[in-house]
């Protein structure tokens, strides 16, 4: 009953600035992440209400050695999560529970390796978690339940604020868009928001 979110969201998309223009042109649409250590599983990511964080993501990503963004950009979105497998719910994370669960025996009854969570203390490649929500996806669709159109978490992330400090630098709430219906419309956000 609660699953279904209520309302719309700001989400926030770091990218390149060509990107961002034919997205907004109506030229492009932003494509799904495959990637095997994407924290919420496959799906379009956005920033939960945080253009800034957007913007310093797609700076730090032009700075690697083949960058795939020149000149970093946020677009924005407005999100209906709809029927949304929101991690800040404590009953979702029972649902988490038993993907891992899943996944565990997938791999214990083939010759594959369960994938690990990797980096330093943020864990920044997280190829468990991925494989873990894929497996909890996979199972819903192979039974023919009502699917998961969002993912929504919070991740700690970065140094400590201060000593001993239950906060960090850059934590924050994340989406993952599975159904690009839940995308109703793009934007661009003001400068002295994105900032």
Same mark, same amino acid.
């Given at each position: 009953?609660?699953?279904?979110?209520?309302?719309? %969201?700001?989400?926030?998309?770091?990218?390149?600035? *060509?990107?961002?223009?034919?997205?907004?042109?109506?030229?492009?649409?932003?494509?799904?992440?495959?990637?095997?250590?994407? #924290?919420?599983?496959?799906?379009?990511?956005? #920033? &939960?209400?945080?253009?800034?964080?957007?913007?310093?993501?797609? %700076? *730090?990503?032009?700075?690697?050695?083949?960058?795939? @963004?020149?000149?970093?950009?946020?677009?924005?979105?407005?999100?209906?999560?709809?029927? =949304?497998?929101?991690?800040?719910?404590? $009953?979702?994370?029972?649902?988490?529970?038993?993907?891992?669960?899943?996944?565990?025996?997938?791999?214990?009854?083939?010759?594959? %390796?369960?994938?690990?969570?990797?980096?330093?203390?943020?864990?920044?490649?997280?190829?468990?978690?991925?494989?873990?929500?894929?497996?909890?996806?996979?199972?819903?669709?192979?039974?023919?339940? $009502?699917?998961?159109?969002?993912?929504?978490?919070?991740?700690?992330?970065?140094?400590?604020?201060?000593?001993?400090?239950?906060?960090?630098?850059? &934590?924050? @709430?994340? @989406? =993952?868009?599975?159904?690009?219906? =839940? @995308? $109703?419309?793009?934007?661009?956000?003001?400068?002295?928001?994105?900032?």
């Amino acid at each position: 009953m609660y699953t279904a979110r209520t309302g719309l %969201v700001l989400g926030f998309h770091g990218t390149d600035e *060509e990107v961002v223009r034919a997205v907004l042109n109506g030229e492009a649409e932003l494509k799904p992440n495959n990637n095997t250590y994407d #924290w919420l599983g496959n799906g379009i990511y956005f #920033w &939960d209400n945080s253009p800034s964080r957007a913007l310093e993501w797609a %700076v *730090e990503l032009s700075k690697q050695r083949k960058p795939n @963004i020149k000149n970093p950009a946020v677009v924005g979105a407005i999100l209906d999560l709809g029927y =949304c497998l929101d991690l800040l719910d404590y $009953k979702n994370l029972h649902l988490v529970k038993q993907g891992y669960k899943l996944l565990e025996s997938t791999v214990a009854s083939s010759t594959a %390796v369960l994938p690990q969570n990797r980096g330093t203390d943020d864990l920044l490649l997280r190829e468990l978690d991925c494989a873990v929500i894929e497996s909890l996806h996979n199972a819903i669709a192979e039974s023919n339940e $009502k699917q998961f159109d969002s993912v929504r978490g919070v991740f700690w992330e970065g140094t400590h604020l201060y000593p001993n400090a239950g906060f960090r630098e850059k &934590d924050h @709430i994340q @989406i =993952c868009v599975r159904n690009i219906d =839940c @995308i $109703k419309g793009y934007f661009l956000p003001l400068k002295r928001i994105v900032s």
